[in-house]
């Protein structure tokens, strides 16, 4: 069965650091690349990041270049999103997905549902 369980999300000031886990199970971090997400209210869900640890290839959308880095432990089949110098903008709940294609950090709605975790809450408070 293939599980994403997010954590490492809460309130912190702008400016501030945060750095988010996605722990993922049933599969490797090998097998598929893996995503960042995040959906503010009333917004679409949109990619943030995105790592494939078989050939290093990254993904950053340009409202987080410079500020987020992805990385992943293999053995621990942890993907880690570190999220610094947070804008109030950022303010959203976080998502992972497990991607069998890279390009599914541009449409999301294609995900499959059983691909995707919770979801952990960012807010950063001007």
């Known amino acids: 069965e293939v599980q994403l369980v997010e954590s490492g999300g809460g309130l912190v000031q702008a400016g501030g650091s945060l750095k988010l886990s996605c722990a993922v199970s049933?599969?490797?971090?090998?097998?598929?690349?893996i995503g960042w997400f995040r959906q503010a209210p009333g917004k679409e869900r949109e990619g943030v990041s995105a790592?494939?640890?078989?050939?290093?290839?990254?993904y950053y959308a340009d409202s987080v270049k410079g500020r987020f880095t992805i990385s992943t432990d293999n053995a621990k089949n942890t993907v880690y999103l570190q999220m610094n110098l947070l804008k109030p903008e950022d303010t959203a709940v976080y998502y992972c997905?497990?991607?069998?294609?890279?390009?599914?950090?541009?449409?999301?709605?294609?995900?499959?549902?059983?691909?995707w975790g919770q979801g952990t809450q960012v807010t950063v408070s001007s």
């Open positions: 790592i494939k640890s078989t050939d290093g290839t990254l």
């Open positions: 997905a497990a991607l069998y294609n890279m390009a599914l950090v541009y449409t999301p709605s294609l995900i499959p549902n059983h691909y």
């Open positions: 049933g599969f490797t971090t090998d097998d598929y690349a």
